[in-house]
């Protein structure tokens, strides 16, 4: 892996990638959190869209595995004084960076930086295509809440998810649409029909089944619903529909939570509660909300460890790091 | 001055000669040939002057792009000897000032005739016609009003537009996109672009928009012709009208012949083209309907870009491709070589159709004895792979670059003057006359 741009990657690199991480989160429990890896590596989190939370959370996987962050926000920098995205890119390489964390408003953004600057590139959510690391904590914190502490070499076979919300506009529901099958889940997408993607002549969109009525999903009884933070702004009235309109069809009410049973609740962040879930399904004991930001650090100490630790790690390198957390 | 062509394929039938004397082409039986300039052509095959009724020039206001006299080479490199500049330059051409300076700087490049194409409204902004009559009667001789660039959408401003045209034995060119269907909209609306994260441009867009404009074109009497068809439901819209009766004519942009929206997994902005490249099965109804004659022409939609505005993020990059330099060998590839067309469909889609829809004369009788001499003569055995040194113009955002493509433009005569020797631009004394008029 030279890159993470995507989220679409084989089931055995998936795989490594989340034990890594979970011997990355050994080391949360830790009082002394900090592990060398990285020491004398320079990461930039290169941000041109705000977002203090996956900002944060990349800035403390960097530092607790050691590494110089140094955050460059597009706001006041030469970014919105009309320099192109190439000669931004060009401008953090020549500093001697040793890789770089990208947020873009601009689908593709990550993957075109990736290609001119010649250093490891982590996509850190690129316009409406996609937010792996999303994805792979998801995954992770999905995994744990299935597997407990028995999750390592495990993947998410038979796993029955719905993604429920914006989805055409959702960087994060097309990394899950990636990732989550290539584990093994089976994932049905649910939403408004002018928030669904356009389909394919299969029927499927984003490669999956998709479906718009809730109510017909919590009947099957998924084992998890992933809910999207709406944003109903967006075009209102055309395209997103109103948000009584939104809650009638497509959030999880108190009623609908009684109905979906013992499903694992997951959201990306920040929730709009009342509007995609109920401040009870927020809170209940189904909820794996906090554990997806715990989960969110590991996951990315354990992505810049693998593009930018010496020696690539391969799964037994990744159990000797987990010998030294312990 | 006397200019032999021996045993050349004309319009790719069996080998004969051909001879330009005076800016015309003669009976080279008649000729003094031990005086005549003796061109061996042996191989090759002979079309007439290619005429683009769909280039975008960028002069005025466009200079760091293209201007009147670079462009004019990169026409001169692909066959072309007549060239109808789009209205989208800053100022817009709405005024006849601004034509006749588009049209004077033409002249003085000399290397092909430049025909300014005028804009149907003020500005291209879709709310007052411009003076369609005023820009028909100045010295530009305007007979193509378009907004390209924009659609002109509202119904009512099409219908007057019509009528205009309809007294002015002119054409509306227009820019099918429906503005509030493609929001946004950077690439074809299907699978890929719900993959890809980026905003889709569907193709009813563009279907629904012809299908209207058909329908104003029959109530107002008139000519329209339809930019860029890119998608199999237009096609299918403009057979239909077409069997109507309507008068209605279409052309195909060469990218839409041969490109498709895979190229758009790489974000890499070369591909970002309005509208954008389409699917496989758009790509087979484009080269069916052109070799049907469903859709009657080529048109390059030359689109000039100073490199800044490509090495951007597929989203935020412009829109468009230059075409001009490699239209003809795209045109060999997709339609020649696939035995879907001849030459002489060839020289019909890319010369006396699309002089015929400007209103350009002679391009009526392509090649024979007593017409102009705008003549090409193409190597169709040749095959290179696209480098930046072939592009002659001032821009080289070209999709087509590293790819290789059959065909090349060897020599071209504008009205009997040279301006293409062995694929290099012959650089001559200022023309100040229209030539083959
Ligand atoms: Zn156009």
Request: proline share 5%.
């Amino acid at each position: 892996m030279r890159h993470l741009l995507t989220a679409s990657m084989p089931r055995d690199e998936a795989v490594a990638l989340l034990d890594l991480a979970e011997d990355m989160h050994q080391i949360q429990d830790r009082e002394l959190k900090k592990l060398p890896a990285l020491r004398g590596r320079t990461v930039v989190n290169l941000f041109f869209e705000d977002s203090t939370r996956t900002r944060s959370s990349f800035e403390i996987a960097g530092k607790w595995l050691s590494a110089d962050v140094i955050n460059v926000s597009g706001k006041g920098s030469s970014v919105s004084k009309g320099e192109s995205l190439r000669d931004t890119g060009l401008t953090i390489a020549a500093m001697g960076v040793d890789g770089v964390v990208v947020r873009s408003g601009a689908s593709g953004a990550p993957a075109l930086l990736a290609d001119w600057i010649g250093r490891p590139v982590v996509n850190a959510g690129d316009g409406t295509h996609e937010h792996p690391t999303q994805a792979l904590l998801d995954a992770f914190a999905l995994r744990r809440r299935i597997h407990g502490d028995a999750a390592r070499g495990k993947a998410l076979d038979g796993v029955r998810v719905a993604i429920v919300g914006d989805i055409a506009h959702s960087r994060v529901a097309r990394s899950n649409a990636l990732l989550l099958p290539a584990l093994g889940a089976e994932v049905t997408l649910v939403g408004p029909p002018p928030l669904l993607p356009p389909a394919a002549s299969d029927g499927t969109r984003l490669g999956v089944r998709a479906e718009p009525s809730l109510d017909r999903v919590i009947d099957e009884r998924p084992d998890a619903m992933m809910l999207l933070r709406v944003q109903l702004e967006r075009q209102a009235g055309k395209v997103a529909p109103s948000a009584a309109e939104y809650i009638t069809g497509w959030s999880l009410t108190d009623e609908r939570l009684a109905r979906l049973g013992d499903a694992h609740l997951l959201h990306p962040g920040p929730m709009n509660r009342g509007l995609e879930l109920s401040s009870r399904a927020a809170d209940s004991d189904r909820s794996a909300i906090l554990e997806q930001v715990t989960a969110g650090v590991s996951v990315r100490m354990a992505v810049l460890y693998a593009l930018l630790a010496s020696d690539h790690p391969a799964p037994d390198h990744a159990s000797s790091v987990s010998g030294g957390a312990r | 001055m006397t200019t032999l062509l021996t045993g050349a394929a004309v319009l790719g039938g069996e080998p004969r000669d051909l001879a330009i004397e005076d800016g015309v082409l003669v009976d080279p039986s008649a000729i003094d040939r031990d005086r005549a300039e003796v061109i061996d052509a042996s191989g090759l095959v002979a079309l007439p002057g290619l005429v683009d009724l769909h280039t975008h020039l960028r002069q005025p206001g466009g200079e760091q792009a293209e201007t009147v006299a670079s462009g004019v080479r990169a026409a001169a490199a692909g066959g072309f000897t007549c060239v109808f500049a789009m209205a989208n330059t800053n100022p817009v051409a709405d005024t006849p000032a601004v034509v006749e300076q588009v049209h004077r700087l033409g002249l003085e490049a000399g290397l092909a005739t430049v025909r300014p194409i005028g804009a149907v409204t003020v500005g291209l902004a879709g709310e007052r016609l411009a003076d369609m009559t005023m820009l028909a009667r100045s010295a530009a001789r305007v007979t193509v009003f378009s907004d390209d660039g924009h659609c002109v959408h509202d119904a009512e401003l099409m219908r007057r537009a019509l009528e205009h045209a309809a007294a002015l034995d002119a054409v509306v060119a227009q820019h099918a996109q429906d503005p509030a269907l493609t929001r946004g909209a950077v690439m074809h609306e299907g699978p890929l672009s719900a993959e890809l994260g980026l905003g889709g441009w569907p193709a009813v867009a563009e279907a629904s928009i012809v299908a209207r404009d058909a329908m104003l074109a029959e109530l107002a009497g008139a000519r329209l012709h339809v930019c860029h068809v890119s998608t199999a439901e237009t096609v299918e819209v403009v057979r239909a009208a077409k069997a109507r009766g309507a008068r209605i004519t279409a052309e195909v942009a060469p990218h839409h012949l041969l490109l498709t929206e895979e190229l758009v997994r790489s974000y890499d902005a070369r591909f970002k083209v309005n509208p954008p490249l389409r699917t496989d099965a758009d790509v087979r109804a484009l080269r069916e309907a052109l070799a049907d004659g469903t859709i009657d022409i080529v048109a390059t939609d030359h689109a000039p870009h100073a490199p800044e505005a490509k090495l951007a993020a597929f989203a935020d990059a412009s829109f468009g491709m230059v075409g001009l330099e490699t239209a003809l060998q795209v045109v060999q590839m997709a339609c020649v070589e696939t035995g879907l067309m001849d030459w002489a469909g060839v020289a019909r889609a890319m010369s006396t159709a699309p002089a015929e829809i400007g209103r350009e004369p002679g391009y009526d009788a392509p090649l024979a004895i007593g017409s102009p001499a705008h003549v090409v003569l193409v190597d169709p055995a040749a095959r290179a792979v696209v480098e930046e040194r072939h592009l002659k113009g001032r821009s080289a955002n070209s999709p087509y670059l590293g790819r290789e493509l059959p065909g090349r433009v060897l020599h071209v005569w504008h009205g009997g003057r040279r301006t293409l020797a062995a694929g290099e631009i012959v650089t001559g004394e200022i023309v100040t006359e229209e030539v083959g008029r």
